[in-house]
């Protein structure tokens, strides 16, 4: 039912060249979910790759967030044509806002309107939400509905597992998008998750993003080199054992490595 892809690739952070490189050799090895964001300022490089890399538009699944300044219904569609003419494209397949950042003097209301409208005028095929909790999606799905919400792109690793969340989100049916799924890295030298690794002759990247899959979860890992790029695909086939999945379950420890002031919400 839900059309968000399970596995993609992330553009947080990687700006130019870089950008270009990741996203040019994610096509070549099979990618065809990108996920980018108007703060990201690299929607430009993005569709730069993608002009270049010869797959059809129709083949690909693009997502990007409206940025907090960009919130006032008199700039958010203006804002995501903006994002339309660097990602060189008429429509992305999503569109998300980007953090709640409930003091910043647009309501709730007035900018989960405007989203909808915007996806009314064909300029997104779906909307959706990042950084929200429990209550804020509510709000959300009070003003566009839950089958509006195709998603809510959140923080998730298996040191921050965010179960309350998950367990509403699921009972809501909105798709659950992982994102910093390794911790900045730091799941991949944990002992639990490499000794799983080694059982399966994989990689603790491979085990971070096949947990968060197999729970039901979309994953965007991002990466500069294009081994990491080819490895972190090979997670979708990989599967996890119940005895693994408890053991990662067991790993949860609050760990939350992104919380901006004046953009998170209170976290359930």
Sequence with gaps: MNKIPAFGLGTFRLKGQVVIDSVRNGLELGYRTIDTAQIYGNEAEVGEAIAGSGVRREDLFLTTKIWVDNYARGKLAASLEDSLTKLRTDYVDLTLIHWPAPNNG????????????????????????????????????????????????????????????????????????????????????????????QRHEATPAQVALAWAMQLGYSVIPSSTKRENLASNLRARTLQLTADDMAQIAALERNGREVSPDGLAPQWD
Aim: hydrophobic share 45%.
């Design 106 to 197: 647009v309501s709730l209301e007035e900018f989960m309107s405007a989203l909808a409208d915007a996806k009314a005028r064909g300029l997104t095929r779906e909307i959706g939400v990042s950084n929200f909790n429990i209550a804020l999606t509510q709000q959300a799905i009070a003003v566009v509905g839950k089958d509006a919400i195709a998603t809510n792109q959140i923080e998730l690793s298996p040191y921050l597992q965010n179960r309350k969340l998950v367990d509403f989100l699921q009972r809501e049916g909105i798709r659950v998008t992982s994102y910093m799924t390794l911790a900045y890295g730091k799941v991949l030298g944990d002992p639990v998750i490499g000794a799983i690794a």
